[in-house]
């Protein structure tokens, strides 16, 4: 069995941009386990373990639900925390540009890993990239603070033009996600 998902890769330089937000809200002193550096993605579907003898029908199904999907652009933008400011669970920046599209692929990926006898998501999709995961109430206030004053958070837009198929391996240091199969999306 191996944990899975899939996920939309983010580009070296919006990836080392967010390690720097990040490592300027990990001075609020919050009880947050951060993402590790690099390792941001929109995350599509959380498939969960799989027996390795279904990697390949994952992979067949990946590359049909984003047959047609054009490229689309999207942009970081925003800070906030899941459930709401007061309850935080998740910090995360948001996501704006061609959300319409990413809506779609994730319909479409829900529909045909549904097809394999996965579980739909109960919850509205609500593009976003996590930063960390909130472990505790020491310092909330000065980590709710730090997300209001960063409201106006922005950075360059970036193309997607593939979905991935991840591994993820949690271990002490942190999980390690390895690309399994990558699903191009369809030239313009």
Partial sequence: MIRTFIALDLP????ESLEHLSLDLQRAGAAVSWVKPGRI?????????VPTDRIDAISDALLRSVAGTKPFRLRPAGC????????MRIVWVGLQGDLDPLKTLRRQ??????????NREDRAFKPHLTLGRVK???NIHALQEALL???????EAFDVTE?????????????????????????Q
């Fill in 12 to 15: 070296p330089a919006v990836q």
């Fill in 41 to 49: 993605h929109v995350t599509v579907k959380f498939l969960g373990n």
């Fill in 80 to 87: 906030g925390a899941f459930p709401s400011m007061k309850k």
């Fill in 109 to 118: 990926v829900e529909d045909v890993m549904a097809s394999l006898g996965f």
């Fill in 136 to 138: 505790g109430a020491k």
């Fill in 149 to 155: 004053d960063r409201q106006g958070f922005q950075l």
């Fill in 163 to 187: 979905a991935v198929l991840y591994k993820s391996e949690l271990r002490p240091e942190g999980a390690r996600y390895t690309p399994l199969f990558r699903a191009q999306f369809s030239p």
